[in-house]
């Protein structure tokens, strides 16, 4: 009988605890919803949103519903399980979980807010210093929205203080059948890893109705429990792509030794564009920041905002399809200089255990160059300093050693990236030196990054206002522009910023011997994008006195394909060293005509995720399938067969990565002697 009743006792205890816990999860979901309802009218009104607003909003809403429920069961059952131990533990447990989750919420919206993307698991490829360096150019924590953020907390913890006092009781027949309406359908979506509704339309409308807590959640516990690929290959030449016509195939030569070695077969494609002059000529490699086709040249979709930009287009060498390898600064260098595989995320996050490459500037430097790398900022950043120092970088100066007389970027709470492209142009234009040894010169630009400050703003919105009423805008147009018109005022101020820097130079006695690439390095995601591949799509020009041939290409090159194809030419017609053998991602740039891609390229978006791989004319993102066009714009296609090679190639390309990770082994000795520093 006692025990009876001891039984009785315990399954009353779990009743009302049971009942309690859901109680709790429910009362927050109104919180949840009265946010995302307030993210989507926010957002919709400071930016361009395709597709009917209540469709949108209900599609928002659902994904709500529907993440709380994934999220939801992972909350009880760890309630659940600390409700065996101390029923008052586990209340306060769910209660502070609720409101950690509600802050969560809070900040990833505000995140999505600044940057027009959602937080995903990149978040892990950053050290702390860059996080509180990223965050500190947002402006660090404003005191409104910080203020808001403890008055929405404070209201939800006094919510589910006293909303279980408010609810009648339930009977246990009922508490149970709603617990299993919560879990079943939880733990199904938990495990099936269901990402939500959305219609389509452009980039950021179908990122913008996404839960952002449940898409951060999913991405962290793929990032956390990634696999190594699966895809086995047997034999050293494997090329990938099943023999694909028309695709450029690599044959590897080395084994598991030096995964990526494959003799030097480099086709030089920029000779017959090239008068021979009578010494090596200086290089000079602009990578601006934020430079995406969507904006920048003739027949850029959201229109033409870089005219000097477009006017030194129509005189040289200029690729209107050209991708970064990244959708970050993180893959510049390494993609740019050194054609150089991911590693786990991103090159440069190897540090220390960065393995000696011989790159541009090290290839160079063996045949006499000069080399140098100047930046506004802190090159400390994404560990690019250590990156430049390992390969022997002979002269590195950034915001730490600028002279004065030289004028800081606006701060933005106390705080500023660094120094403006205007005065990084002028700094390198008074140091760089003008006679003597050839040169190689590396600059990376950074008004075009957030917070897009400028000195005396009110001159360079006056500007991007001229410009739209230049480009024919109807005031439809004109209103969905300014709600970028920070970011098109950067865009103005550093086309400018290039236009003087250009005229400057072009007084300068080595301009004759000059060689000017000019590319992004990625595209702004702050000024929406119409689909995945947007955010890797950037111009490529080269610009010389030294060219007898300007022309346009359309087929599709990348970042990966610039050092392979400076060094053949150098080779071909000045005679430079260079190794038989490379290492290359890459390959030659496309010097077609007509538009077409015969490379396979993986592609990453930030430092936690490759999931993007382009081979010819099809594009694989996660498990979707596009098909490039002409102007670079995508759909979707339905293809499973097509989908399964190109997961096959992407995972060949993965496995290749993986396997000289561990030997930490992409040149021989040999060549690293010879060419490395």
């Known amino acids: 009988m006692q025990r009876t009743d001891l039984s009785r006792g315990a399954g009353v205890a779990w009743q009302k605890g049971l009942g309690w816990a859901m109680v709790q999860l429910g009362a927050m979901l109104p919180f949840l919803l009265v946010l995302s309802t307030a993210e989507f009218f926010w957002l919709k009104s400071t930016h361009s949103v395709e597709g009917h607003t209540w469709v949108l909003l209900g599609e928002c809403l659902l994904n709500t519903v529907i993440g709380w429920l994934d999220i939801g069961t992972i909350l009880l059952l760890l309630y659940l399980a600390a409700f065996t131990f101390s029923a008052t533990v586990s209340r306060w447990l769910l209660r502070c979980l609720l409101l950690l989750l509600l802050l969560v919420q809070l900040a990833l919206t505000g995140y999505f807010s600044a940057t027009s993307v959602p937080l995903g698991a990149d978040i892990y490829g950053y050290s702390w210093h860059d996080i509180r360096e990223t965050v500190r150019s947002a402006g660090g924590l404003p005191l409104l929205p910080a203020l808001a953020a403890v008055f929405v907390l404070t209201i939800a913890g006094v919510w589910l203080y006293y909303c279980p006092r408010l609810t009648p009781p339930v009977k246990r027949p009922a508490i149970v059948r709603f617990a299993a309406l919560w879990c079943v359908p939880g733990m199904t979506l938990l495990f099936t890893g269901w990402p939500g509704f959305s219609y389509g339309g452009s980039e950021f409308t179908r990122n913008l109705v996404v839960d952002k807590t449940t898409y951060f959640t999913r991405e962290s516990w793929q990032y956390l429990h990634r696999q190594a690929p699966e895809t086995d290959i047997y034999a050293d030449n494997y090329v990938g792509g099943d023999g694909t016509p028309g695709l450029r195939q690599r044959h590897y030569i080395a084994g598991d030794d030096y995964p990526f070695l494959t003799s030097d077969t480099t086709a030089d494609v920029l000779s017959p564009f090239f008068r021979r002059d009578n010494r090596p000529p200086n290089i000079v490699i602009l990578l601006v920041e934020g430079l995406g086709r969507a904006f920048t040249n003739e027949e850029a979709y959201l229109g033409n905002f870089t005219p000097f930009l477009d006017s030194l287009a129509h005189e040289g060498l200029y690729w209107d399809n050209f991708l970064s390898a990244g959708g970050r600064t993180f893959a510049v260098l390494p993609s740019v200089l050194g054609s150089l595989p991911y590693a786990e995320n991103g090159f440069l996050a190897l540090g220390d255990a960065m393995p000696p490459v011989p790159t541009l500037n090290g290839i160079l430097h063996a045949n006499g160059y000069q080399t140098s790398f ?54 390198w234009l008074q140091s760089a030196p003008a ?43 004109k209103r969905e522009h300014r709600l970028s018109g920070d970011q098109y005022a950067t865009i103005l101020y550093t086309d400018d910023a290039l236009r003087n820097f250009m005229a400057a130079y072009a007084r300068r006695p080595d301009f004759a011997h000059t060689v000017f690439l000019i590319t992004g390095d990625h595209r702004m995601p702050e000024i929406p994008m119409r689909d995945k591949i947007d955010r890797f799509h950037v111009p490529l020009i080269i610009y010389s006195p030294l060219l007898q041939r300007k022309a346009v290409f359309h087929p599709v090159s990348s970042h990966l394909d610039i050092t392979p194809t400076l060094l053949a030419w150098l080779h071909h017609a000045y005679g430079l060293a260079i190794p038989t053998v490379n290492a290359w991602v890459g390959d030659a740039l496309d010097t077609a005509a007509d538009f077409r891609n015969i490379h396979q390229y993986p ?23 596009f098909r490039l066009h002409p102007d670079l714009s995508e759909e979707p296609v339905e293809n499973d067969s097509l989908r399964a090679g190109l997961q096959e190639d992407m995972d060949a390309y993965r496995e290749r990565n993986a396997r000289w990770l561990k030997t930490r082994r992409l040149w021989p000795d040999t060549v690293l002697r010879r060419f490395g520093r």
Do not use: C
């Open 374 to 427: 100047y930046y506004g900022g802190d090159a400390g950043f994404d560990n690019m300093a250590a990156f430049l120092h390992r390969e022997g970088i002979d002269v590195l100066r950034d915001v730490a050693s600028f002279p004065a007389g030289y004028t800081r970027l606006p701060a933005d709470n106390g705080f500023s990236w660094g120094y403006s492209d205007g005065e990084l142009f002028r700094w």
């Open 435 to 477: 006679q003597g040894a050839p040169q190689l010169s590396v600059l990376l630009t950074l008004s075009t990054h957030s917070p897009f400050l400028l000195k005396q703003p009110e001159v360079w919105h006056a500007r991007f206002e001229k410009r739209m009423d230049e480009l024919g805008f109807d005031e439809t147009q």
């Open 603 to 625: 592609l990453m978006q930030t430092k936690t995720d490759l999931v993007d791989f382009v081979s010819g004319e099809d594009h694989l993102n996660g498990t979707t399938v």
